[in-house]
């Protein structure tokens, strides 16, 4: 049987293309909204409940902060985590489940281990005058739903604004509330915003950098900082890559955190792609990153 060129064309292309296109879970390029996680956690409430315990537990490192309502009249919450009463010098920002249902269960744990004492990396920073700040369900809709997008439809993570290009966005309540939250804890502090990290599905574990609405590079010494990250990263995830997003995910979304961050107070910033289904599992190893990253970019 003689194939037609079309027939042999279209052939070529479906085999030339990445597991992804087939199956969102699959190692190789993202398609857009093709995102679910497999992994479910608790309910909202009761994430929020935990918090309220560790704020009593630790009154002197924990200020939890209701960030306001979100469209759907959700409270939004975000956690601080720092030594009360002395001047803050640096301050790391971890969100997760910006995209409901790439919920990783890393970032809501993340609190927890960085209050436990016997991760003393994590208060040495502390005393050096470090702070965490984190947002573990940024989309507390999306994450009940288990859908992407927030209460109006909307992906929170395409509604920063953009610095470099000058367009406005923070159309959602979501968006707008975190970085008030942000900006006002910087004025009150006089900090330097050292690292934004946004967890998110899935890459089989690729760290996203800056610029992600253009295949544009950022220009050394910002790029060796950012490469610095993804380096404390292979070595907890000896298989992990990263680099700009076009570089990875092959399409190039405006109006990312990571964008907004860097673009605004320089600070290195990325975007994390965890594992289908199994990332919780290297919870572990998520810790012992951060431990790095307070030890290289949490100095004096």
Known sequence: MKLSTITILAMTFILSMP????????????????SYSGIE??????????????????PNLVT????GKTANNQNMYGVII???????KKMIYISGATHGDEYLHIADRLIDAFLDYTNEEFHAFYERGGAFMVIPIFNPYGYTKKIRYNSANKDLNRDYSNPLTGVNRFTQKETQLSV????NFLLETNAQFVLSMD?????????????????TPIAPPDRLKQDMLGELLKTQFPDAIYGPVTDILWYAPDGSSMDYFYGKYGTIAGA????YTVEATYFNKHVQWFKDIVAEFGKE
């Open 41 to 58: 956690g608790e309910s909202y409430v009761k994430i929020v409940e935990g918090l309220k315990k560790l704020e009593i537990k630790y």
């Open 272 to 275: 994390y792609e965890g594992r």
């Open 19 to 34: 597991s992804y296109a087939f199956f969102p879970w699959a190692e190789g390029p993202m398609k857009e909204g093709k």
């Open 180 to 183: 008030d939250w942000i900006d």
């Open 82 to 88: 720092r030594k009360k009463n002395s001047p803050t």
């Open 64 to 67: 939890l902060s209701n960030l």
């Open 199 to 215: 967890y998110h599905c899935c890459y089989n574990g690729a760290l996203l950098q800056p610029w992600s609405h253009t295949a």
